[in-house]
C-alpha cells in the first residue's frame, strides 16, 4: 500500500490568506525580491540630486558650516567669479581647489567684521553703510 505524502497547495493558502504565521519563509522571499529590485533599479537624477543635496549637508553639519543665501549685483557676481579665477592661478597647483567663491565671501567677510570690531563707526563697513543710506 503505496500512500500518497499529504501535498499541500502553497499557492492555494497564500491567495487565501490561511496560515499566514505558517510560511515566514515568504515573508524572506519578499523582503528578498524587494531588496533585489531596488538594487537592479538605476538611479534616478531626482534620487542622485536628493543624495548629493544630504551628503553635503552632512558634510556641512560636520564642519560647523551654514548654509545662507545671499543677494549679489550682477556686476559684484562677475567681480566674485574673475577673483576666483585669478587667485586660483596665484595659488600652486595643489592648493588651487581650496579657492572657491564661499572661501573668498568667508575669508572677506571675516576681515571686515573684525576691522569694524576693533574701528567702530570708523570702520569701513559702518562708512559705506552710511555713504549708500545718504544715496536713498
Do not use: C, W
Not at 490568506?17 to 534616478?44: C, N, V, W, Y
Not at 581650496?98 to 570708523?122: F, P, W
Amino acid at each position: 500500500m503505496n500512500k500518497k505524502p499529504n501535498k499541500t497547495d502553497v499557492l492555494e493558502d497564500v491567495l487565501s490568506g490561511l496560515d499566514e504565521d505558517s510560511s515566514p519563509s515568504l515573508e524572506e522571499l519578499d523582503k528578498l525580491i524587494h531588496r533585489s529590485f531596488r538594487l537592479t533599479q538605476a538611479p534616478s537624477p531626482e534620487s542622485d540630486k536628493r543624495q548629493s543635496m544630504l551628503g553635503r549637508a552632512l558634510r556641512a553639519s560636520s564642519t560647523g558650516k551654514r548654509k545662507t543665501t545671499i543677494y549679489l549685483t550682477s556686476k559684484l557676481a562677475d567681480e566674485l567669479d574673475n577673483t576666483k579665477a585669478n587667485i586660483r592661478e596665484l595659488m600652486p597647483e595643489d592648493a588651487r581647489s581650496l579657492v572657491t567663491k564661499s572661501s573668498i565671501v568667508n575669508l572677506a567677510l571675516r576681515i571686515l567684521l573684525r576691522e569694524y570690531e576693533k574701528r567702530g563707526e570708523e570702520s569701513i563697513l559702518v562708512k559705506q553703510l552710511n555713504k549708500m543710506a545718504q544715496k536713498q
